[in-house]
């Protein structure tokens, strides 16, 4: 004759709490599903909770569980349960070294604002025949409707030179580089008209052009988020544990994490190979060291992420007084875009990223 009764639920060995079960004092049969919910829907991944909450039934039977991937075992032994959550139907908890990338806007500004930066530079020599050399230098920037407007970037340089042996004087003059530019910080990109340098990837040359180009800039418009794919790595904790994580025998963290699976992302790995080295305490005494090799290419990016890059213009030359452009004129251009895929078996379970090169194209008449 079967009854309820309430059975201790273990997982890995650890006491969850007390569900009611429906046992003929040799097995059992179902539990209660509001009662085992209660432990352990914080291992179950969205798929089994979704299934759980959708069953009609006050009791749920083992073999039903079982076909979910959440096997109860009953002890008789003990007069206890145990269960334990089949890989796929477990919640895989992140562990993510980066902090993550929040948009934040750029601060108020107003609606001009200009920069200035001067430089004298004087020489004097009194060996055989005296001369005297003297440089300004100026660097100037200049910004029109705050971080939505425009900006202009400009130098230019003027030079005294007097020889006593050729008694001469002689005033030169520089101009530098001009650039007006525009930045889109939520894409990100700059959009530059002037003075501009031809961005340069895989087998790319560059060029100094005058003309347009327009580019994707995470570092100079999105300095704090971090666009590196440095991949995950999974581990199982069977109890709560003091972390402490290495990366190529240097310190990283140290975290106090429960049982469960979980699931580091973003380490900060160097390129090439990289050990990976865990050392777990448990809070039963018991001590553990996991290791992981890591491959890391720096130049992948995060899934969703692409880069590109485009300029056209007249290349410029610079000499003693002037840029100069000449008649050729270049148009460049690279796009690289991200794809994830995912590669499972029961023995391996990994993803993979890469980013595609071929899609790059230069036109020189």
């Known amino acids: 004759m079967a009854f309820e009764m309430p059975l201790p639920l273990l997982y890995h060995h650890r006491e969850l709490g007390d569900v009611i079960a429906i046992t003929d004092g040799h097995q059992v049969c179902s539990i209660h599903k509001n009662n085992l919910l209660y432990f352990i829907s914080p291992l179950l991944n969205d798929d089994a909770l979704r299934w759980t909450h959708s069953y009609?039934?006050?009791?749920?039977?083992?073999?039903?569980?079982?076909?979910?991937g959440i096997i109860v075992e009953f002890m008789s032994s003990a007069f206890s349960l145990s269960v334990r959550i089949d890989d796929g139907k477990d919640r895989v908890q992140n562990i993510n070294s980066d902090a993550g990338f929040f948009g934040l806007p750029p601060t108020p500004s107003e609606s001009f604002s200009a920069i200035s930066s001067f430089s004298v530079e004087y020489d004097y020599s009194d060996v055989s025949d005296s001369s005297d050399n003297a440089v300004l230098q100026w660097l100037g920037g200049f910004n029109w409707g705050g971080?939505?407007?425009?900006?202009?970037?400009?130098?230019?340089?003027?030079?005294?030179?007097?020889?006593?042996?050729?008694?001469?004087?002689?005033?030169?003059?520089?101009?530098?580089?001009?650039?007006?530019?525009?930045?889109?910080?939520?894409?990100?990109?700059?959009?530059?008209l002037g003075d501009v340098s031809s961005l340069s990837s895989g087998h790319l040359p560059s060029y100094e052009l005058g003309g347009f180009s327009i580019y994707r800039s995470f570092s100079e418009l999105q300095p704090e988020r971090n666009i590196q794919n440095s991949g995950s790595q999974f581990f199982q904790l069977n109890e709560s544990a003091e972390v402490e994580f290495f990366v190529n025998s240097i310190y990283v963290t140290r975290l106090r994490l429960e049982p469960?699976?979980?699931?580091?992302?973003?380490?900060?790995?160097?390129?090439?190979?990289?050990?990976?080295?865990?050392?777990?305490?448990y809070l039963s005494g018991r001590e553990e060291t996991l290791f992981f090799?890591?491959?890391?290419?720096?130049?992948?990016?995060?899934?969703?992420?692409?880069?590109?890059?485009?300029?056209?213009?007249?290349?410029?030359?610079?000499?003693?007084?002037?840029?100069?452009?000449?008649?050729?004129?270049?148009?460049?251009?690279?796009y690289e875009p991200e794809f994830n895929f995912e590669v499972r078996h029961p023995l391996i379970s990994s993803s993979h990223s890469h980013r595609f090169k071929d899609n790059r194209w230069l036109l020189e008449p």
């Not at 971080?147 to 042996?165: E, I, K, P, R």
């Not at 580091?264 to 050392?279: A, K, T, W, Y």
């Not at 890591?294 to 003693?320: H, P």
């Open 293 to 334: 090799s890591r491959y890391y290419n720096a130049t992948l990016l995060k899934a969703g992420l692409s880069d590109f890059g485009f300029s056209v213009g007249s290349i410029s030359e610079y000499d003693d007084r002037d840029i100069t452009y000449s008649d050729d004129y270049v148009v460049s251009g690279f």
């Open 260 to 281: 469960g699976r979980y699931n580091i992302d973003n380490l900060p790995l160097s390129s090439g190979s990289n050990d990976v080295r865990l050392e777990v305490n």
């Open 147 to 192: 971080h939505q407007g425009v900006n202009l970037m400009t130098n230019a340089s003027f030079g005294y030179l007097f020889d006593d042996n050729s008694e001469s004087n002689e005033w030169q003059s520089l101009r530098g580089p001009v650039v007006l530019y525009h930045d889109r910080y939520q894409q990100p990109a700059r959009y530059s």
């Open 56 to 68: 009609q039934r006050q009791f749920i039977s083992l073999e039903e569980l079982k076909q979910q």
